[in-house]
């Protein structure tokens, strides 16, 4: 094996303050597809007695000009290597100039400034985070420099008619040859991966807006013409959450326009650069047609997640990367609560806790597991992960939970209040929301330093002649890369006791002044601590963890019945959706060849029993009726077989499908089929979710009437939500009619990229060892291509990442193909690349067979040679 890492790690204890920071800078870019010059001047703040030389970040520019205070440089005043650029003399007040050319049209890794769509047609983007400015222009390319920005913009008019930047308007003009300029004024002091400019022929939707503190804004938003009409949910969106953050948060925007652009080349999900946000089109554009519920959904979240970064994020921004989660669990966090506010909040709830379990349990107990505030880092665009996002976004929570609404309210005026404008820490965020609320948050910050999922164990013992019940609770972690040892973390249980008639009891704790209530928060900190409760009149069933108060797995000794109990009784959706995920671990511990397990049999009779009832919400009833998926069934073994996974779970689906039975699920679908209208309204999204999962039960009893069932919705369907639903239960099912349907949707979205994508998409996740000729012969469609992020991941990363049993195939043909994608991938955007191959994590814990495949695939991508930083570091990282 080769040593892939070479270079020497960032460290968060190595961190200092900037020698030199930049007061403004003023930038005139002459757009080009091939070639576009930019230059600058920043005025420079410093003390050349106390600095280190003036040395600025610069990647791959090639310099035309450089000037100090007016005096073109000689080559002895400066050096550029390596990425550094050095000047000797600089001082404070010194204003540095320089011209470079840069290519956006040859750019394939979409960050810095590219091509979005073709040389004729297509439009100039930008994108800097984490550290894309420095492939722009010259400039200490570090979140904790924070200067104003003046930007001139002049292009062909013909060609580039639209031309923005962020910031307000400040003129704009007509030039000689046809071209024309405008120019944007940014008043508020922001660090340079904030920056986004976008030029080229582009539509617009638009509309006035006032903020609660009287400020007329302009929101537009902007994409090419031939989907502009399907902007508006987005525009809608983007006035709720501003509404929603007024009010919620006191917070206002702070600009006279407000910009978002769409674009189909994208690697993330979407950028908020102050004033000029830009959005993979898969989180912008919606329409019935082609947009699913679920596809709504995270269009309005990801537009107010983006928005809500500006203050979360650009007003109070992060000194350093290993700070990336204040802004990002931040705003997650605010997402979230925003979501569940506009739609359901144990919908939501589930929705988010089923994402962590599916992606972030199972990074912290791998190879990658990081803490959300990492202490180091190789290449910084390998960190936007589950980790910092989505488990950074359960810290906040856990800690608005202690502060209570209110006090976390106050805690965050203060935090706006001490750090507007600043480049702050996760220390600052903890310490502004313990001192409104003088409390010390000081433990919590095990929390953003530990990495793995703590363990928590609950045993419960009755006391009949004291009438006491004494919960012990008990934590462990098991070791991380590079943190063998473990400290106990402050655990915040919500709980609640239920009798066996399933009445909530009220709690007396002991010792405990508070006496009243039926849910409370006990608080864990320390390795085990027993907790008990009197006037306990008979063996209570207790309710832990209650809207998933914690991230962490929690093992408790569970009967089946107890568990049944929950799921039947518990008022909470969020808690009895957990029972019955609960249940259904224990149902698919102990099922084994066919023996209908005591755990099973009370999942499939708690379920079947809520089923008619019909008392409850359709879309809750969906998500009782879906099992855990085989991500989270394979976490818990040390030996997996994807294939033997995806085998039980489906078996586990079929008992509950007889358990039920066809008459009363055909019942069911046919009721919930007359609501044929793609409304948007939540009663008919719910319909539409329960509807798709009483099909995909029925296919497992009756194939034959279902596929039928199926090939009428998809022929009748009214949305893309009924539509895609049966076309995947067509395709997955192997149907008859599934060849036609996949036909008609080709050809019927043969121009709507985010359509076709769900074709590869359902089509890659056809379950076992079917899938990889199926990928085999898509990669060879016309419509493929691996330059498009979304494209690429619609066919590979479902693939490899949301399709276990098809990936991992006993004879490592799933592995040795992704393994060479991800070289070809890696040439061309190594941050897509490297994400991909984040699709390997947990191949240690797989069988020996499949082990060994998988360990092959990677030591032969290890020894290529020229493979990216990004790249190397996630492999070498999986392989150790
Ligand atoms: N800050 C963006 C967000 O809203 C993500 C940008 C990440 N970019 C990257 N190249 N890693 O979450
Ligand atoms: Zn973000």
Not at 320 to 342: C, H, I, N, P, Y
Request: glycine residues 6%; proline residues 5%; hydrophobic residues 40%.
């Amino acid at each position: 094996m080769t040593l892939v890492n070479e270079t020497a790690p960032i460290r968060l204890r190595d961190y200092r303050r900037p020698d030199w920071s930049v007061e403004a800078i003023e930038l005139e870019i002459d757009l080009g597809i091939d070639s576009t010059e930019v230059t600058s001047r920043i005025t420079l703040h410093g003390d050349p007695a106390k600095a280190e030389p003036l040395r600025l970040d610069g990647e791959e520019l090639e310099l035309l000009t450089i000037s100090l205070d007016g005096r073109a440089l000689n080559a002895e005043d400066y050096r550029y290597e390596k990425g550094v650029l050095e000047v000797s003399d600089a001082h404070g007040g010194s204003v540095l100039e320089t011209r470079v050319r840069v290519q956006p049209a040859a750019n394939t890794t979409l960050e810095g400034l590219y091509l979005s769509g073709s040389r004729e047609h297509g439009f100039l983007l930008t994108q800097c985070e984490a550290e894309g400015f420095r492939h722009i222009t010259f400039f200490p390319d570090r979140p904790d420099v924070l200067a104003r920005f003046t930007v001139t913009l002049r292009a062909d008019r013909e060609r580039f008619p639209v031309l923005l930047a962020g910031g307000n308007p400040a003129g704009s003009g007509t030039l000689a040859d046809g071209r024309h300029w405008a120019k944007f004024v940014d008043p508020h002091p922001k660090p340079c991966y904030l920056f986004a400019l976008v030029a080229g022929r582009l539509e617009n939707i638009q509309r006035d807006y006032l903020t609660a503190d009287g400020r007329e804004v302009k929101l537009v938003i902007w994409s090419e013409a031939n989907v502009i009409d399907r902007c508006h949910y987005a525009l809608d969106a983007l006035e709720r959450c501003m509404r929603w953050d007024e009010h919620k948060y006191g917070r206002n925007y702070d600009l006279d326009v407000f910009h978002v652009v769409a674009t189909h080349d994208f690697n993330m999900g979407a950028m908020e650069n102050k004033g000029l946000n830009i959005f993979n089109a898969k989180y912008l554009l919606a329409d019935p047609d082609s947009s699913t519920d679920e596809e709504y959904r995270a269009v309005e979240a990801v537009v107010a997640h983006e928005y809500f970064h500006n203050w979360t994020g650009n007003r109070v921004t992060c000194r350093d990367w290993f700070q990336l989660s204040l802004k990002e669990g931040l705003t997650v966090f605010r997402e979230q609560q925003f979501s569940a506010d506009m739609n359901s909040l144990p919908l939501k709830r589930i929705e988010d806790v089923a994402l962590l379990r599916r992606t972030q349990f199972p990074e912290d107990a791998g190879p990658l597991a990081h803490p959300v505030r990492p202490a180091e880092y190789r290449e910084i665009n390998n960190f936007y992960t589950a980790t910092v996002y989505e488990k950074g976004s359960e810290l906040v929570r856990m800690i608005a939970g202690r502060l209570g609404q209110e006090g976390f309210r106050r805690g965050m005026d203060l935090y706006f209040e001490r750090h507007d404008g600043q480049a702050a820490t996760i220390e600052h965020f903890l310490s502004a929301l313990g001192d409104a609320n003088r409390i010390d948050l000081t433990p919590y910050l095990a929390w953003y330093a530990q990495a793995g999922t703590p363990r928590l164990h609950a045993k419960g013992e009755y006391d009949s002649a004291r009438r006491e019940y004494t919960l012990t609770l008990s934590q462990q972690t098991r070791p991380t890369p590079g943190q063998p040892e473990k400290t106990p973390l402050p655990i915040p249980v919500k709980l609640s006791l239920f009798d066996r008639s399933g009445t909530m009891l009220p709690l007396h704790l002991q010792g405990d002044a508070q006496v009243d209530g039926t849910e409370r928060v006990i608080v864990l900190d320390k390795p085990s601590q027993r907790f008990v409760f009197k006037h306990v009149s008979a063996p209570p069933v207790p309710s832990l963890l209650r809207g998933f108060s914690a991230p962490v797995v929690l093992e408790c000794d569970y009967s089946p019945e107890e568990l049944a109990l929950l799921l039947t009784h518990d008022a909470d959706g969020f808690n009895r959706w957990e029972a019955g995920q609960q249940l259904a671990m224990l149902a698919f511990d102990t099922s084994h060849d066919g023996n209908d397990s005591a755990a099973c049999k009370a999942w499939c009779d708690a379920l079947a029993a809520l089923f008619t009832l019909q008392t409850i919400d359709d879309a809750l009833l969906a998500d009782l009726l879906t099992p855990p998926g085989e991500i989270e069934f394979a976490d818990r073994q040390s030996e997996v077989d994807p294939a033997k996974i995806h085998a039980q779970r489906q078996s586990l689906q079929h008992r509950l499908a007889e358990r039920i039975g066809v008459s009363d699920l055909l019942a069911r679908y046919r009721l919930l089929s007359t609501d044929s209208h793609a409304q948007l309204e939540a009663a008919s999204q719910a319909k539409r979710r329960l509807k798709r999962r009483v099909l995909e039960l029925l296919v497992l009893l009756d194939a034959d009437q279902a596929h039928e069932l199926a090939a009428k919705q998809y022929d009748s369907a009214s949305g893309m939500t009924d539509r895609l639903a049966a076309l995947s239960v067509l395709v997955r099912t192997n149907a008859t009619q599934a060849s036609a349907a996949l036909a008609h949707f080709r050809e019927r979205y043969a121009d709507n990229p985010l359509a076709l994508d769900k074709w590869f998409t359902v089509q890659a996740q056809v379950p076992g060892d079917a899938a990889l000729a199926i990928v085999q012969r898509l990669e060879n469609d016309p419509a493929f291509t691996l330059k498009n992020p979304n494209r690429a991941r619609s066919l590979f990363g479902a693939f490899a990442s949301t399709n276990p049993s098809g990936f991992h195939r006993t004879d490592g043909a799933g592995y040795a193909l992704i393994a060479e994608r991800l070289a070809q991938l890696d040439a061309l955007n190594p941050q897509i690349a490297a994400r991909l191959a984040t699709a390997f994590n947990g191949w240690q814990r797989l069988e020996p067979v499949r082990r060994s495949a998988a360990r092959l695939a990677l030591e032969g991508l290890a020894q290529r040679e020229g493979l990216s930083p990004n790249l190397s570091e996630i492999v070498s990282n999986v392989l150790q």
